[in-house]
């Protein structure tokens, strides 16, 4: 049964930690996203990688790093440096590179909290 | 400068009727659009597409209609069920470019 699989599904942050959020995928997509969503706000782009060793960042990148060692997982760090980390993390995928006129298809998220 | 903008937060429909959710956009480039079904707690599931070279695609009972020259797309949902209450994000795409979601309309179907 192919997917994207999100852990944990809470994670609770404490100042000036780090924290990672894991990321995978059976389904042998090339490109991976994630993707941070606000109330009252759509699904703002972190990070994505189209093709394993290789990613670029998005619209909120600052705080954030990824890697792409493998193809299937694409996991999330956010940094210390990220001061507002509270909100809804969702990872998706698309078939092929580039992804246009794909569609993307989602893992189930991770809700991160700061103590 | 929300280039994909859902300017309805909220609807609210009985079941058995027409639910009507709107979005527009202001980039000119986009050429193909989606909506996305989103329940709290879960990853957005993809629900119907439409590209820029059509006006009209249909599934079931969801019809997304297009009108280019006002940068207007709908999601029509007939007849409505109080399963589709979710959260809907419409987003679009350009060659290129990464997918734009606009911020969502939570649709209420009420019994």
């Known amino acids: 049964d192919g997917g994207i699989t999100q852990s944990p599904k809470y994670l609770f942050r404490k100042e000036g930690q780090n924290v990672t959020l894991s990321c995978e995928q059976n389904l042998n997509h090339d490109a991976m996203y994630w993707y941070r969503q606000d109330p009252g706000q759509g699904l703002r782009l972190i990070y994505y990688?189209?093709?394993?060793?290789?990613?670029q960042k998005g619209d909120i990148a600052e705080g954030y790093s990824v890697s792409r060692e493998k193809k299937e997982s694409f996991p999330l760090t956010v940094t210390s440096a990220q001061k507002n980390p509270t909100a809804f993390y969702l990872c998706?995928?698309?078939?092929?590179?580039?992804?246009?006129?794909?569609?993307?298809?989602f893992g189930p998220g991770t809700r991160l909290l700061v103590l | 400068d929300q280039q994909v903008k859902q300017n309805s937060p909220s609807l609210s429909v009985q079941e058995g009727r027409i639910s009507i959710l709107n979005c527009d956009y202001t980039?000119?480039?986009?050429?193909?659009f989606l909506w996305y079904k989103k329940y709290p707690a879960e990853g957005p599931t993809f629900l119907i597409s439409i590209s820029s070279i059509k006006d009209k695609n249909e599934d079931g009972r969801f019809t997304v209609f297009l009108n280019k020259s006002a940068k207007h797309l709908s999601l029509h949902i007939v007849p409505s069920q109080p399963g589709d209450s979710a959260v809907y994000f419409c987003?679009?795409?350009?060659?290129?470019?990464?997918?734009?979601f606009g911020p969502g309309t939570r649709l209420s179907v009420l019994p």
């Open positions: 998706a995928s698309t078939p092929l590179a580039g992804g246009y006129q794909e569609t993307q298809y």
């Open positions: 987003a679009a795409e350009s060659h290129g470019q990464n997918f734009v």
């Open positions: 990688s189209q093709i394993v060793n290789d990613f």
């Open positions: 980039n000119s480039m986009f050429d193909y």
